[in-house]
Protein backbone atom coordinates (compact mmCIF):
# COMPACT_ATOMS: atom_id res chain seq x y z
CA UNK A 1 0.00 0.00 0.00
CA UNK A 2 0.96 3.72 -0.57
CA UNK A 3 1.95 6.13 2.68
CA UNK A 4 -0.48 8.53 3.81
CA UNK A 5 2.32 11.19 2.46
CA UNK A 6 2.33 9.62 -0.57
CA UNK A 7 -1.80 9.05 -1.07
CA UNK A 8 -1.95 12.97 0.06
CA UNK A 9 0.73 13.93 -2.93
CA UNK A 10 -1.22 12.00 -5.75
CA UNK A 11 -4.42 13.36 -4.50
CA UNK A 12 -3.14 17.16 -4.52
CA UNK A 13 -1.12 16.78 -8.17
CA UNK A 14 -4.73 15.54 -9.29
CA UNK A 15 -6.76 19.01 -8.95
CA UNK A 16 -6.86 22.28 -7.89
CA UNK A 17 -6.07 23.19 -4.73
CA UNK A 18 -10.22 24.84 -4.30
CA UNK A 19 -10.94 20.80 -4.70
CA UNK A 20 -8.28 19.54 -2.55
CA UNK A 21 -9.26 22.21 0.33
CA UNK A 22 -12.78 20.43 -0.15
CA UNK A 23 -11.74 17.05 0.07
CA UNK A 24 -9.63 17.47 3.69
CA UNK A 25 -12.27 18.82 5.22
CA UNK A 26 -14.49 16.39 3.87
CA UNK A 27 -11.66 14.16 5.80
CA UNK A 28 -11.84 16.26 9.12
CA UNK A 29 -16.20 16.10 8.52
CA UNK A 30 -16.43 12.15 8.38
CA UNK A 31 -13.97 11.61 11.22
CA UNK A 32 -16.64 13.09 13.28
CA UNK A 33 -19.60 11.58 11.67
CA UNK A 34 -17.69 8.04 12.41
CA UNK A 35 -16.77 8.95 16.11
CA UNK A 36 -20.61 10.27 16.66
CA UNK A 37 -21.58 6.97 15.00
CA UNK A 38 -19.14 4.22 16.10
CA UNK A 39 -17.14 3.80 13.23
CA UNK A 40 -13.60 3.77 12.39
CA UNK A 41 -12.12 7.14 12.54
CA UNK A 42 -9.47 6.73 10.62
CA UNK A 43 -10.91 4.70 7.77
CA UNK A 44 -14.07 7.35 7.86
CA UNK A 45 -11.51 10.21 7.49
CA UNK A 46 -9.24 8.18 4.54
CA UNK A 47 -12.49 7.68 2.47
CA UNK A 48 -13.57 11.25 3.01
CA UNK A 49 -10.31 12.48 1.80
CA UNK A 50 -10.33 10.27 -1.32
CA UNK A 51 -14.34 10.83 -2.31
CA UNK A 52 -13.38 13.58 -5.09
CA UNK A 53 -9.64 11.76 -6.24
CA UNK A 54 -11.80 11.63 -9.63
CA UNK A 55 -13.43 14.58 -10.03
CA UNK A 56 -11.04 16.41 -12.30
CA UNK A 57 -10.23 13.45 -14.32
CA UNK A 58 -10.56 14.51 -18.40
CA UNK A 59 -13.58 13.42 -20.17
CA UNK A 60 -12.09 11.44 -22.37
CA UNK A 61 -10.00 9.50 -20.21
CA UNK A 62 -13.21 8.61 -18.59
CA UNK A 63 -14.92 7.79 -21.93
CA UNK A 64 -12.14 5.35 -22.66
CA UNK A 65 -11.86 3.56 -18.56
CA UNK A 66 -16.27 3.35 -19.23
CA UNK A 67 -15.61 1.08 -22.96
CA UNK A 68 -12.58 -0.94 -21.35
CA UNK A 69 -12.74 -1.47 -17.74
CA UNK A 70 -16.23 -3.27 -17.59
CA UNK A 71 -17.94 -0.62 -16.64
CA UNK A 72 -22.15 -0.11 -17.53
CA UNK A 73 -22.33 1.22 -21.27
CA UNK A 74 -25.19 3.34 -20.00
CA UNK A 75 -22.32 5.45 -18.11
CA UNK A 76 -21.49 6.89 -21.06
CA UNK A 77 -24.82 8.80 -21.15
CA UNK A 78 -24.15 10.67 -18.71
CA UNK A 79 -21.50 13.29 -16.76
CA UNK A 80 -18.42 14.12 -14.52
CA UNK A 81 -20.65 14.82 -11.69
CA UNK A 82 -21.87 10.73 -12.12
CA UNK A 83 -18.76 9.37 -13.24
CA UNK A 84 -16.52 11.03 -10.14
CA UNK A 85 -17.87 8.37 -7.76
CA UNK A 86 -18.78 5.11 -9.77
CA UNK A 87 -15.92 5.33 -12.14
CA UNK A 88 -13.36 7.47 -10.05
CA UNK A 89 -13.08 3.93 -8.17
CA UNK A 90 -10.95 2.94 -10.94
CA UNK A 91 -8.53 5.35 -10.72
CA UNK A 92 -8.64 5.29 -6.83
CA UNK A 93 -7.72 1.59 -6.76
CA UNK A 94 -5.51 2.07 -10.20
CA UNK A 95 -3.24 5.57 -8.66
CA UNK A 96 -3.89 5.07 -4.99
CA UNK A 97 -3.69 1.17 -4.68
CA UNK A 98 -6.53 1.70 -2.27
CA UNK A 99 -8.25 -2.24 -2.66
CA UNK A 100 -10.26 -1.70 0.39
CA UNK A 101 -14.23 -2.54 -0.52
CA UNK A 102 -16.38 -0.57 1.79
CA UNK A 103 -13.49 2.68 0.94
CA UNK A 104 -14.43 1.91 -2.68
CA UNK A 105 -18.10 1.46 -2.09
CA UNK A 106 -18.65 4.81 -0.19
CA UNK A 107 -16.88 6.56 -3.04
CA UNK A 108 -18.95 4.96 -5.63
CA UNK A 109 -22.49 6.08 -3.78
CA UNK A 110 -21.26 9.27 -2.30
CA UNK A 111 -22.84 11.22 -5.16
CA UNK A 112 -26.33 9.59 -5.97
CA UNK A 113 -26.47 7.60 -2.68
CA UNK A 114 -28.00 3.57 -3.08
CA UNK A 115 -31.00 2.16 -1.71
CA UNK A 116 -28.96 0.28 1.02
CA UNK A 117 -26.39 2.35 2.20
CA UNK A 118 -23.67 1.42 4.70
CA UNK A 119 -22.64 3.55 7.71
CA UNK A 120 -19.28 4.16 6.14
CA UNK A 121 -21.66 5.08 2.90
CA UNK A 122 -23.65 7.80 5.17
CA UNK A 123 -20.84 8.74 6.78
CA UNK A 124 -18.94 10.14 3.43
CA UNK A 125 -22.11 11.45 1.80
CA UNK A 126 -23.12 13.59 4.51
CA UNK A 127 -20.03 14.59 5.01
CA UNK A 128 -19.65 15.47 1.52
CA UNK A 129 -22.68 17.60 2.32
CA UNK A 130 -21.92 19.21 5.19
CA UNK A 131 -18.52 20.20 5.12
CA UNK A 132 -17.85 23.75 6.79
CA UNK A 133 -16.81 24.80 3.27
CA UNK A 134 -20.82 24.42 2.19
CA UNK A 135 -22.67 27.22 2.11
CA UNK A 136 -26.05 26.77 0.38
CA UNK A 137 -29.57 27.71 2.00
CA UNK A 138 -30.54 24.87 4.07
CA UNK A 139 -26.78 23.81 5.42
CA UNK A 140 -27.14 24.73 9.33
CA UNK A 141 -30.22 22.33 9.20
CA UNK A 142 -28.90 19.89 7.22
CA UNK A 143 -26.19 19.83 9.98
CA UNK A 144 -28.22 19.52 12.63
CA UNK A 145 -30.33 17.04 11.33
CA UNK A 146 -27.07 15.03 10.54
CA UNK A 147 -25.18 15.56 13.57
CA UNK A 148 -28.67 14.00 15.65
CA UNK A 149 -29.09 11.21 13.33
CA UNK A 150 -27.25 10.36 10.59
CA UNK A 151 -30.15 8.31 8.73
CA UNK A 152 -32.43 11.77 8.53
CA UNK A 153 -29.36 13.24 7.19
CA UNK A 154 -29.91 11.25 4.34
CA UNK A 155 -33.03 11.36 3.64
CA UNK A 156 -32.35 15.64 4.29
CA UNK A 157 -30.02 15.29 1.40
CA UNK A 158 -31.58 13.31 -1.16
CA UNK A 159 -34.50 15.45 -1.50
CA UNK A 160 -32.69 18.40 -1.06
CA UNK A 161 -30.58 17.54 -3.94
CA UNK A 162 -33.56 15.39 -5.88
CA UNK A 163 -35.60 19.48 -5.38
CA UNK A 164 -32.70 21.04 -6.48
CA UNK A 165 -31.72 19.51 -9.88
CA UNK A 166 -35.57 18.96 -10.94
CA UNK A 167 -36.30 22.73 -10.70
CA UNK A 168 -33.02 23.28 -13.35
CA UNK A 169 -34.41 20.45 -15.15
CA UNK A 170 -31.16 18.45 -14.73
CA UNK A 171 -31.28 14.31 -15.99
CA UNK A 172 -32.18 12.62 -12.25
CA UNK A 173 -29.72 9.28 -12.37
CA UNK A 174 -31.74 5.98 -11.95
CA UNK A 175 -30.21 5.51 -8.81
CA UNK A 176 -30.36 9.45 -6.81
CA UNK A 177 -34.32 8.22 -7.51
CA UNK A 178 -34.32 4.85 -5.89
CA UNK A 179 -32.50 6.29 -2.92
CA UNK A 180 -35.13 8.82 -2.77
CA UNK A 181 -37.74 6.53 -2.76
CA UNK A 182 -36.40 4.46 0.39
CA UNK A 183 -34.86 7.54 2.73
CA UNK A 184 -36.83 10.62 2.04
CA UNK A 185 -40.43 9.49 1.64
CA UNK A 186 -43.06 8.96 4.08
CA UNK A 187 -43.42 5.93 6.06
CA UNK A 188 -47.09 5.30 5.05
O1 LIG B 1 -18.33 16.32 -6.01
P1 LIG B 1 -19.02 17.33 -5.13
O2 LIG B 1 -19.31 18.61 -5.87
O3 LIG B 1 -18.31 17.59 -3.85
O4 LIG B 1 -20.45 16.74 -4.71
P2 LIG B 1 -21.27 15.48 -5.24
O5 LIG B 1 -20.35 14.41 -5.74
O6 LIG B 1 -22.19 15.09 -4.15
O7 LIG B 1 -22.18 16.04 -6.42
C1 LIG B 1 -21.69 16.42 -7.65
C2 LIG B 1 -22.84 16.95 -8.50
O8 LIG B 1 -23.66 15.88 -8.91
C3 LIG B 1 -23.76 17.95 -7.79
O9 LIG B 1 -23.82 19.12 -8.59
C4 LIG B 1 -25.11 17.28 -7.77
C5 LIG B 1 -25.00 16.33 -8.94
N1 LIG B 1 -25.91 15.16 -8.91
C6 LIG B 1 -26.25 14.36 -7.88
N2 LIG B 1 -27.15 13.43 -8.26
C7 LIG B 1 -27.39 13.66 -9.58
C8 LIG B 1 -26.59 14.75 -10.01
N3 LIG B 1 -26.62 15.24 -11.26
C9 LIG B 1 -27.46 14.68 -12.14
N4 LIG B 1 -27.54 15.16 -13.37
N5 LIG B 1 -28.27 13.62 -11.80
C10 LIG B 1 -28.27 13.07 -10.54
O10 LIG B 1 -29.01 12.11 -10.28
FE1 LIG C 1 -18.19 14.32 -5.42
FE1 LIG D 1 -22.49 14.56 -2.18
FE1 LIG E 1 -17.16 16.22 -2.70
Redesign the pocket.
Known amino acids: PLSSDEIIAKEKANMDNKRFK?CVRVSETSRKLAKLNNYDEDKAALAGFVH?YA?QVPKEEYRKVIKTQGFDQDLLNW?R??W??IVGTYFIKRDLKITDKEILTAVDR???GDVKMTTLDKIVFMA??IEPGRDFPGVDEARKITFANLDDGVGFQLAH?LSY?IKDR????PR?FKAYNVWSTKKK
Open positions: HDKNSIHGHTTDFTLNKIYT
